[in-house]
């Protein structure tokens, strides 16, 4: 999930070197998910062991006779019940400092929500915005679940319901289309960084200086949202460091996450042939 979630998919798309930075713990969760990032050519040397943590894990068991979403089951996670030691915070910044020099973006996933029990601290939020404005060419990109406000100077992907403050929105809602234009700026004013609001089927939110909404292709039958917003992420991420105008980066990203979300019962991914028959459907929606 999550970052695991945005590395598939960059993978995918063509990505030439992924390195992942973080902290795992000595278990079978651990070993399994370095197994995969090894197969998809990662550089681990900036993945540490604590074996005093557990690797968090989002299982979501399913009925492999039962095809489609009708056969899943309901979530449930595995995670770090204590904070994160603040020896874990200071190798974790000496790496990002070890690595910033030398790459095109830097991708930062906060989606524990349990304040202090994931890798991205309070300290370690607070190095990132200090580093950001010394590192112009580096595009610093942050999702958080439940901390977008903190990230300054960081170019954040946020959706509808984090954008407006509403932790659990209820099946079916929406925030309104005026008060996701009116939010967008007030969080890229306050965060000094622009901002990307994701709405779904509505499309994304870009900040100014010339805001403007990007559409999503709008596509037909089931639909599978799950991993949709890291999708997202990783196509308008490498669309960015390609030398993509932030709309630009907008559209490719919607691409990657049309792509996806027709892929049922998995975390799905997007290859770069996969977004050509995409766009030309966009053109046809968006004339």
Known sequence: GAAGTVVNNLAALGARHIITLGVTGNDGEGWELRKDLFALGCDLTHLHTDPDRVTPTYLKPRDRLR?????????????NVTPTPDWVGQVLLTSLDAVLSGI??????????????GVLTAALIDALADRAPHFPKVIFWADSRGRIRRYRNLLVKVNQFELAGEDSPAPGARVSDDTICAETEALAALLGAPVFATAGERGVRVSG??????PSVQVSGPVDPTGAGDSFTAGAVLALAAGATRPEAALV??????????QLATTGTAAACD????????????P
């Open 275 to 286: 977004l050509f028959p995409a766009l030309a459907l966009w053109k046809e929606q968006n």
């Open 209 to 214: 200086p010339a805001p403007v909404t990007v």
């Open 67 to 79: 095809p489609g979403l009708e056969g899943e089951h309901d979530r449930y996670d595995i995670k």
């Open 253 to 262: 990203g919607n691409l990657v996450a049309s792509v996806t979300v027709r």
């Open 104 to 117: 095109d973006a830097l991708v930062v996933m906060d989606q524990v929500r349990e304040e202090g029990h």
